[in-house]
């Protein structure tokens, strides 16, 4: 998607916030219609999120943008996932692990965390692979408790152990067997 249309989406992703019906109704109108292509507007919405945000308003675009490709992803058919192309698959997955990497604010974290264990949940059932995540768990695993101002990566990695057992297990189970 171009800049232009990362500032479309940025613009619904407020409208979808705003208290008045109109905008938020015709806000949500736009979103259903840019979800015809939803790898593209999954990838677009991480790239949102990826931005810095340094008041208010780009905190609400950062979180709405979170909060709408968990929901995206997150569909009891697993279709929107399996939709979505390969190689933007894992660019989805690379993004959203840099973008948790370098997140600092504790509630965005969270809400990466949360994306992160639905993502995990689809690879799990799609019988795909997603071993940077592995990679990340054990670094994040590494981190010395002692250590404050690593307690961000401390509570992700409990965050990601208790939302995505099955698949650390899937991934520890044939890495070592």
Wanted: aromatic content about 6%; overall charge negative.
């Amino acid at each position: 998607m171009s800049n232009e249309d990362i500032s479309m989406v940025c613009d619904v992703l407020l409208g979808i916030s705003n208290q008045d019906k109109n905008i938020r109704t015709n806000s949500v109108n736009k979103l259903q219609e840019l979800s015809n292509n939803l790898g593209a507007l999954t990838y677009c919405l991480i790239e949102i999120a990826s931005k810095t945000a340094t008041n208010d308003k780009e905190k609400i675009v950062k979180t709405t943008a979170l909060v709408i490709c968990r929901k995206i992803i997150d569909t009891k058919s697993y279709e929107n996932w399996k939709s979505i192309d390969n190689d933007l698959k894992e660019k989805i997955k690379i993004k959203v692990l840099n973008l948790l990497n370098s997140e600092e604010d504790p509630s965005q974290n969270s809400k990466i965390s949360d994306l992160i264990v639905v993502i995990m949940e689809k690879v799990l059932d799609s019988d795909e692979e997603w071993p940077q995540l592995f990679s990340l768990a054990l670094s994040i695993y590494n981190y010395d408790p002692n250590d404050s101002s690593k307690i961000i990566q401390i509570r992700t990695l409990l965050r990601l152990l208790t939302g995505g057992t099955g698949y650390m297990y899937k991934m520890i189970s044939q890495n070592y067997n």
